[in-house]
């Protein structure tokens, strides 16, 4: 049985551990200190975790994950590694739906925010499980982006999303596509092709959930 979550979070688990509390990731203010307290609050605050993508508990979350970053970086790279069973988004019957995505784009924000970084060669079935996960999300992003878009990952798939008009062409490996349509545009290595304005306007969307 696949454990891609498990995986991609020993990886990161190692490159924090490695790295320690102030290196810099692609998420946006965000040291490694900072996401390894979202991804423990994630796991652990359920009573918080809902203000990830509910804005009215927004304040609350992020109280409670500086209370969390406070903790000592040992405790904190811990505590990403091994997640309580109890978990809603990681006990076993979750985790690799759950985290396969979230701990991947996270191992890259990582690894992406530093100097001469280079793609990792993916094993074929991370590669397989991604575009599932890539194809839902694509919808979900895109759906009003005013464009026939489609998004396509060779020897895995192809996908038209938007609201319709020129089309623009969005191509590489599964792992590229998620980083692309969680907002990660200009470190995720794809093609788009289609109109400049549109490729333009793509390029710089806010994209995710």
């Given at each position: 049985?696949?454990?891609?979550a498990?995986?991609?979070?020993?990886?990161?688990?190692?490159?924090?551990?490695?790295?320690?509390?102030?290196?810099?990731?692609l998420?946006?203010?965000?040291?490694?200190r900072?996401?390894?307290?979202?991804?423990?609050?994630?796991?652990?605050?359920?009573?918080?975790?809902?203000?990830?993508?509910?804005?009215?508990?927004?304040?609350?979350?992020?109280?409670?994950?500086?209370?969390?970053?406070?903790?000592?970086?040992?405790?904190?790279?811990?505590?990403?590694?091994?997640?309580?069973?109890?978990?809603?988004?990681?006990?076993?019957l979750?985790?690799?739906?759950?985290?396969?995505?979230?701990?991947?784009?996270?191992?890259?924000?990582?690894?992406?925010?530093?100097?001469?970084?280079?793609?990792?060669?993916?094993?074929?079935?991370?590669?397989?499980a991604?575009?599932?996960?890539?194809?839902?999300?694509?919808?979900?992003?895109?759906?009003?982006?005013?464009?026939?878009?489609?998004?396509?990952?060779?020897?895995?798939?192809?996908?038209?999303?938007?609201?319709?008009?020129?089309?623009?062409?969005?191509?590489?490996?599964?792992?590229?596509?998620?980083?692309?349509?969680?907002g990660?545009?200009?470190?995720?290595?794809?093609?788009?092709?289609?109109?400049?304005?549109?490729a333009?306007?793509?390029?710089?969307?806010?994209?995710?959930?």
């Amino acid at each position: 049985m696949p454990r891609h979550a498990r995986s991609e979070r020993e990886a990161l688990a190692d490159l924090l551990q490695t790295l320690g509390p102030d290196a810099p990731t692609l998420n946006e203010g965000w040291t490694t200190r900072d996401l390894a307290a979202h991804l423990v609050l994630r796991e652990r605050r359920p009573d918080a975790a809902g203000g990830i993508l509910l804005p009215p508990l927004r304040a609350y979350a992020e109280r409670v994950r500086r209370r969390i970053a406070a903790r000592p970086w040992p405790q904190l790279v811990h505590q990403v590694r091994r997640p309580p069973a109890w978990s809603p988004v990681s006990n076993p019957l979750t985790d690799e739906l759950a985290n396969t995505l979230e701990f991947f784009v996270h191992h890259e924000d990582v690894r992406r925010a530093r100097p001469n970084w280079l793609p990792r060669d993916l094993p074929v079935a991370l590669h397989r499980a991604l575009w599932k996960r890539a194809a839902p999300l694509a919808r979900m992003a895109l759906r009003r982006f005013p464009a026939d878009v489609f998004v396509q990952a060779p020897g895995h798939g192809q996908l038209s999303v938007g609201r319709g008009g020129e089309p623009v062409r969005v191509v590489g490996a599964p792992g590229e596509l998620v980083l692309f349509l969680t907002g990660r545009q200009r470190a995720a290595r794809v093609q788009v092709d289609g109109p400049t304005a549109l490729a333009d306007r793509l390029r710089a969307a806010r994209l995710g959930i």
